[in-house]
């Protein structure tokens, strides 16, 4: 599990305090999640979900408060995020930000359920969030643009940090950074940056919930297209009932312009590159031991890079039926 950060009970009443609430009846640590400390809290006949941001600023915190706003207004299914006493949407603990949402209802599910009914649902979704974006106006550039990979890649040269495997995917992650240098440009705007199968709750076939929005920025949508294709169109090989279907349900929300559709391949494989560095970072670099970080495979984001490289743009295309 993620918890990088231990609070005590009173700790946590005195934080929650701070956005109107009573002393909690109960804190339960949540065990997913890689980026920040995560708790359930009971309070005041309600549930919430508190994080404490790990690593932020409060710029990034700021922004990421601006599209839980914006999106929740416009009734996209993202969690209500609270203010605190001074009307910030975060209280400092300890120098971090804890941000307070509500509790999300909705069942996570596995990837190999995610079969093209699920995957038009979340293409309908992501369509809808691209469509949403024209009317968003706060800015913030990608935090998980190529200068920040390069640093995470060259940190592993020239041993892989000691890993044999990570070693002997240097020189292919070398080759796909240098090719990162010249990503075409796209259409852009509000972007979600991390649509996992992690990050969307169901009620039954119907999406209840799309969460973890810290990633989000402005970015060209052919990269969050291409992050999803990576996450949910991927089982033991890319999957194109799956893939067709997720462009199917984006389309019927939004058009997909042809740049965007020319920029896809290039996104993709830029998508799977910094998935593999950031596993393979996190999982190197964190300071917490296994009982509290859980392992998220970076050989699975290697996996799909390679199937990507192989397939080359024509065979991408194919597999997205564009
Ligand atoms: N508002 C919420 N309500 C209920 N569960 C949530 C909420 N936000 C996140 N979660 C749960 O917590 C898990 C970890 O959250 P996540 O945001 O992925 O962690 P991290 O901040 O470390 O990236 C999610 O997979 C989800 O199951
Ligand atoms: N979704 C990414 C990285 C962040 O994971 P999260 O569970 O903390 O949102 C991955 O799976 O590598």
């Known amino acids: 599990m993620a918890l990088y950060t231990v609070l005590t009970p009173e700790e946590i009443a005195a934080v929650v305090r701070r956005f109107g609430l009573p002393a909690p009846d109960r804190v339960k640590p949540e065990p997913k999640g890689a980026v920040n400390t995560n708790y359930h809290v009971w309070a005041g006949g309600e549930r919430y979900f508190l994080r404490i941001n790990e690593g932020k600023t409060e710029a990034d915190v700021r922004f990421e408060a601006e599209v839980q706003r914006y999106l929740f207004d416009a009734r996209f299914p993202v969690p209500h995020l609270h203010l605190a006493d001074d009307g910030r949407p975060f209280v400092p603990f300890a120098g971090k930000p804890a941000m307070l949402f509500s509790y999300a209802p909705g069942e996570e599910i596995a990837l190999g359920a995610a079969g093209p009914d699920r995957c038009r649902r979340v293409g309908e979704q992501l369509g809808r969030l691209h469509d949403l974006s024209a009317g968003f106006t706060h800015e913030r550039a990608n935090p998980y643009a190529v200068p920040r990979v390069a640093g995470w890649i060259a940190e592993l040269r020239p041993e ?5 495997d990570v070693k002997a995917a240097l020189p292919v992650l070398e080759d796909e950074l240098a090719r990162a240098a010249a990503l075409p440009g796209a259409p852009r705007g509000l972007v979600h940056g991390d649509l996992f199968v992690d990050n969307v ?19 060209p949508f052919a990269y969050d297209l291409g992050v999803a294709v990576n996450a949910w169109c991927y089982v033991h090989g890319y999957d194109s009932a799956r893939a067709r279907a997720l462009v ?16 896809v391949y290039a996104w993709a494989r830029y998508a799977a590159l910094r998935f593999t560095a950031s596993r393979i970072h996190a999982f ?13 495979d970076w050989r699975r984001y290697r996996d799909r890079l390679l199937a990507l490289r192989a397939m080359g743009e024509g065979g991408y295309r194919e597999l997205l039926g564009l």
């Open 248 to 263: 199917s349900g984006y389309r019927s929300k939004r058009r997909l312009e042809p740049e965007t559709v020319d920029a």
């Open 201 to 219: 709750l169901w009620v039954g076939d119907r999406v209840s919930f799309v969460l973890d929005w810290e990633m989000s920025c402005v970015d």
């Open 160 to 164: 892989g940090d000691g890993d044999a």
């Open 284 to 296: 190197h670099r964190a300071a917490l031991g296994e009982d509290r970080l859980a392992w998220k």
